[in-house]
Nanobody, 127 residues
Framework: QVQVVESGGGLVQDGGSLTLSCTAS????????LAWFRQAPGKEREGVSC????????VYADSAKGRFTISRDNAKNTLYLQMNSLQPQDTAMYYCAARPIAYCTGSWGRGHMYNYWGQGTQVTVSS
């Protein structure tokens, strides 16, 4: 049984930092492309960042470029999202997702392309 669990969310002030983690079990972690998504109340889910199976390729949404860094440790079955310079508009539930496609193709931001999801971790940025 595949389990995906996010952690690391919380309340932070405008300009602050957080690091999210996502651990996955029940799958061959290194064979999966991984991504972070987020969904704010009343808004559609959006892709934040994607990382290839080796970690050599990363893609970011415009909203995340220059502030967020995605990384993975296949030995620990763990995905990370380092978030700096957080803004109130970053407030959302953040989700980790996995799909058996090694690379961040043009479809990386389409949620329906992912097989496995975590339950989410809440990030709240106060102004």
């Amino acid at each position: 049984q595949v389990q995906v669990v996010e952690s690391g969310g919380g309340l932070v002030q405008d300009g602050g930092s957080l690091t999210l983690s996502c651990t996955a079990s029940g799958l061959t972690f290194g064979n999966y492309g991984l991504a972070w998504f987020r969904q704010a109340p009343g808004k559609e889910r959006e892709g934040v960042s994607c990382i290839s199976w080796t970690g050599h390729t990363t893609v970011y949404a415009d909203s995340a470029k220059g502030r967020f860094t995605i990384s993975r440790d296949n030995a620990k079955n763990t995905l990370y999202l380092q978030m700096n310079s957080l803004q109130p508009q970053d407030t959302a539930m953040y989700y980790c997702a996995a799909r058996p496609i090694a690379y961040c193709t043009g479809s990386w931001g389409r949620g329906h392309m992912y097989n496995y999801w975590g339950q989410g971790t809440q990030v709240t940025v106060s102004s």
